[in-house]
């Protein structure tokens, strides 16, 4: 059945497009991180649990001010008439994103000084001022001073003839001033080592009770030691975010490989893009860290309390288990239990297998590659790799098929950011044992998520296919949820060969029989499938659409399910973060209700649900509703089109999202959010905690 997409008249083509309609992107950003803190408020939530959001958010904050606030600061500075589809101009969205971000920060010292810490305490893990501890205490830190921590410091001083040192993106430092003999002021910067434990447990002593000093105030309280015969005048801790969107120029790049590592070494010497400093710091030392770094007086904020609070994550050390959440086993699926008889490809001939992670184990997608790598009959392997963590048993099983014999080409992605040095590590590691390395397409990020075995049975070549929402990383899928499937479907697996094709050498292909690919495909097929529902709508039968990602930004994508709502079609989005989409506006967007939900685990799969009539349609994959995924990514969705797994999707896994009435926000048409609170004899459901009781697996 061909699918048309038809246009909408000009005048209302002309009011979709008014920017009133949008929400600005960065200030939905900010509202998930806003939503992030109030999982660290919830008091439902395990007390180590809070105190994990709250590292959350504030590792968030570092990130969208490396990138999202670089990105706009740049734009200001230049001058640019990039007009974010709100209609405000880059410097009105920083004005904006300051008012927000302090709003945010005051919140978030609030509940670490009042409500956490205090909480902590009294359940015996307290942080202590050093002048608080009793001499032996401060002998036995002391020592731990001279001899782990003095040996990495290095006092910087900055003179005349010593230039201000380089401050490193994300550091935490200490400004110091000394005073001599000749009873001059002298200035000079410490950075605190991020190679060791930023929380310094103050007794060895085991026991539920626990003493902890951040190793910024021992570095303070001992000073003396670095800077002996000098009197110790004052000394402030500091934290720097640097701008970390570094452009790639691919176009003019002989060596992608020795381009991006040029670009990381870059990274660490662009603009200061953020100061933080405690209120108490004096004005004359943050007067010469501001004109050295050269900042602006709204690049510099103010905290009361500990900076950098991401560092609160080594707390997660602490050995008390009544205060975090039950650990979990990732359950194995019955289908995955292979007989006597039975291997994983056996199991995959006989139907495709859906995988839903964490709840379920993730093991079977490392069983599928390490058997592929010894398995006689297996000829060759494909993958497209992402983020893959390091120690990865992954990549130690496409070097072990490697060593038996078999084709392994494996596409890198360089450019994913932050994973950027990890990735040439495994890219030079591969190399060097002879995989067929590909380094992604110029212009193109590769985030599609694609595995492919070739194995030769009698007569056939079967190729055997894994698809799936998230990473090649077995870290992050016990605290990622995602989908996958196993297949050996012949069409996905003539799709995903001619993918490979176009990855790793030179293909003009722009149609595929299942797949939808990104940026060639993809665009195209999710608007003729939204327009299918309109089309149902009109005539007469019910059109719904259930549509899950991690944001929605493209403003094309939004006008058509505004269209979609305007024409009466029901449309559930379970949105995790970034929505420029205003749901519930009276004419253009009453039929649409848009749902965030927090919880356990990062909401990272994507699931998109077509009624279609009544013959559901339910695709998965890799790509979210952004620009940059439709238009600048090498992204795939693939179709579910088992009737047991596509009744799985529908009636359990998106009706529990659905029914979620304890971790989900509803969001309103000005941005804000709301949490759902059960009504009056309604049963209680957390989706995720739904799935980690249910071991339904498909």
């Keep these: 059945m061909t ?50 959001f709250l590292s959350i958010f504030g590792s968030n904050l570092d990130e969208f001010f490396m990138v999202r606030v670089a990105g706009l600061t740049q734009k200001a500075e230049a001058n640019s008439q990039d007009i974010g589809v709100d209609g405000r101009t880059p410097s009105q969205q920083l004005e904006a994103i300051r008012q927000e971000v302090t709003r945010l920060l005051c919140d978030a010292y609030e509940l670490l000084i009042n409500q956490l810490l205090p909480a902590l305490e009294a359940q015996g893990i307290r942080f202590r001022d050093y002048y608080s501890l009793t001499p032996e205490e401060k002998g036995r830190l002391e020592s731990y001073f001279l001899r782990t921590v003095f040996p990495v410091l290095t006092p910087l001083a900055f003179d005349p003839g010593r230039p201000f040192p380089h401050i490193s993106n994300l550091s935490l430092n200490i400004a110091v001033v000394v005073k001599g003999a000749d009873d001059r002021e002298h200035f000079a910067r410490v950075k605190v080592p991020d190679s060791l434990a930023q929380i310094v447990r103050v007794s060895d002593a085991a026991g539920p009770e626990s003493s902890f000093l951040w190793l910024e105030d021992l570095v303070m309280a001992n000073l003396q030691y670095l800077f002996p015969g000098l009197k110790i005048v004052e000394a402030h801790p500091f934290h720097v975010t640097r701008d970390a969107e570094v452009a790639i120029r691919e176009v003019e790049s002989d ?51 500990p900076l950098d609070l991401s560092r609160l994550r080594h707390l997660a050390g602490v050995d008390r288990a009544d205060l975090k959440d039950r650990p979990f086993v990732p359950y194995m699926p019955a289908s995955l239990h292979p007989t006597a008889e039975e291997d994983i490809f056996t199991i995959i001939r006989q139907g495709d297998v859906l995988m839903h992670h964490p709840f379920e184990s993730f093991q079977p997608v490392v069983e599928f590659l390490r058997k592929a790598a010894v398995d006689p009959d297996v000829l060759a392997i494909k993958m497209t790799l992402y983020r893959v963590g390091r120690n990865s048993p992954i990549v130690e099983a496409l070097l072990d098929a490697v060593e038996h014999g078999k084709q392994v080409a ?38 599609s998520k694609v595995a492919l075995v070739v194995r030769r049975e009698g007569d056939v070549m079967r190729r055997y296919v894994h698809l799936a929402t998230g990473n090649y990383n077995t870290v992050t899928a016990r605290l990622y949820t995602d989908l ?68 929605l930004e493209d403003p094309q994508m939004i006008r058509l399910l505004y269209r979609a709502s305007q024409a ?22 009453e039929n649409i209700r848009v749902t965030s939900i927090l ?71 000005d941005g804000t959010y709301t949490r759902v609170v059960p009504e009056d004899g309604q049963h209680e459901i957390s989706a995720q905690a739904w799935f980690l009781s249910h071991h339904n697996g498909g």
């Design 255 to 305: 060596d992608l490989l020795e381009t991006i590592e040029e670009a990381v070494w870059q990274r660490r010497f662009r603009d200061v893009v953020r100061l933080q400093v405690n209120s108490s710091m004096p004005p004359q030392i943050l007067e010469i860290l501001v004109s050295n770094l050269e900042l602006g007086q709204n690049e510099i904020y103010r905290v009361d309390g």
């Design 568 to 589: 009466g079609v029901q449309l559930d989005l379970l949105v995790r973060g970034i929505c420029c989409l205003r749901p519930g506006l009276a004419g253009v967007s």
């Design 410 to 447: 494996v596409l890198v992605e360089l450019k994913a950011r932050f994973d950027e040095e990890s990735n040439i590590e495994w890219a030079r590691a591969l190399e060097r044992e002879g995989v067929h390395v590909v380094y992604g397409l110029v212009g193109l990020k590769v985030h």
């Design 3 to 52: 699918l048309a997409v038809t246009s909408p008249a000009p005048g209302e083509q002309q009011r979709l497009n008014d920017p009133a309609l949008y929400i600005n992107r960065e200030l939905s950003l900010l509202a998930f991180q806003r939503r992030v803190l109030e999982e660290a408020a919830d008091p439902n939530n395990p007390l180590l649990e809070r105190v994990k």
């Design 484 to 551: 996958g499937i196993l297949t050996c479907n012949d069409q996905i697996g003539a799709d995903v060969t001619d993918l490979f094709n176009y990855l790793t050498g030179y293909s003009a292909k722009n149609d595929y029989k299942k797949l939808c690919v990104a940026p060639v495909t993809l665009r195209t097929r999710l608007e003729k499938l939204i327009q299918r529902e309109i089309d149902h709508q009109n005539r007469g039968e019910r059109g719904h659409m259930i549509l899950k990602m991690n944001a």
């Design 599 to 669: 919880g356990r685990f990062l909401e990272h799969s994507r699931v998109y649900y077509f009624r279609n009539g009544g013959n559901s349609e339910i695709y998965l994959g890799s790509a979210d509703f952004m620009p940059r995924n439709l238009n600048r990514r090498v992204e795939v969705l693939f179709p579910v089109e088992g009737d047991r797994q596509i009744r799985r999707l529908k009636e359990q896994i998106l009706a529990t999202y659905l029914s979620d009435n304890l971790k989900a926000r509803h969001m309103h048409g």
